[in-house]
């Protein structure tokens, strides 16, 4: 079966945008569409993860309007890039997917859940909070403390953001570095500086705006992330399975916002299992 690392990039027409995507897996009746973070382009996703997901599900991974290949300018809000991710899903002619969300992919994923809940037949939201969560306004200063680190000591910022500063964290990390230079042919464009703040101010203007109705979400839905995030508590990820009334909630220790990765081998039998249920 193709692999993540060997999966073309294709493009399609959205709206007069056109849309940069892969896909690969086995057949399956609903496909999986994942939705990436922050600052995040087709490349930066885990190929132990979509390569997880793909051996039970055809797996579609997209850059959202103006991310990486994808054309136009990145919104400054989350509720217009959820608007794109529907038309994109409409645009390839599907009529039921299933939502994998991490980080700010996931606060895409609630709000596509939401407007649109007749694509979704079920959801995975990995290191997200909900709208108005506590706390999420204070991303801003979290990511440039990262930032600042990481160009001092010439490291990725994810190297602070998503994995603990523990020798299993650390271990983790170079693992995961490791594994996203898999692909050595045909890579995504870098994200853009207008995408990188434009997504942030999304992701600010979300802590601070009034919660959503999530208990409309009755499609299942697991709740994942790390014990120490520190960019999206933990607490928060909590709060959402709470308000979603099916839900279940995976917490994986010893681990951050990146906990999905750091723990794949147990993060992906149980995804795989919530998705054939």
Known sequence: MLAW????????????????????????????????????????WDPKVIDGIAADHRVIAFDNRGVGATGSKVPDNVDQMADDAIAFIRALGLAKVDLIGFSLGGGVAQLVALEAPDLVRRMILAGTGPRGGSGIEEMRRTVAVA???????????????????????????????????????DRDKKISMQARLAQLKAIVDGGKAAPDDLSRITVPVLVANGDDDIMVASSLSAAIARRIPNAELKIYPRSGHGGIFQHHTTFVPDALAFLAD
């Open 5 to 44: 690392k060997d999966a073309p990039t294709k493009t399609i027409d959205v709206n007069g945008v056109r849309f940069a995507y892969r896909e690969l897996g086995a057949e399956s009746d609903v496909p999986v569409l994942f939705l990436h973070h922050f600052a995040a382009v087709l490349d930066d």
């Open 147 to 185: 930032y600042v680190k990481a160009l001092l000591l010439r490291k990725d910022p994810r190297e602070y953001l998503f994995f603990p500063r523990t020798a299993e964290g650390k271990r983790a990390a170079s693992e995961y570095f490791t594994r996203l230079q898999e692909r050595t042919i």
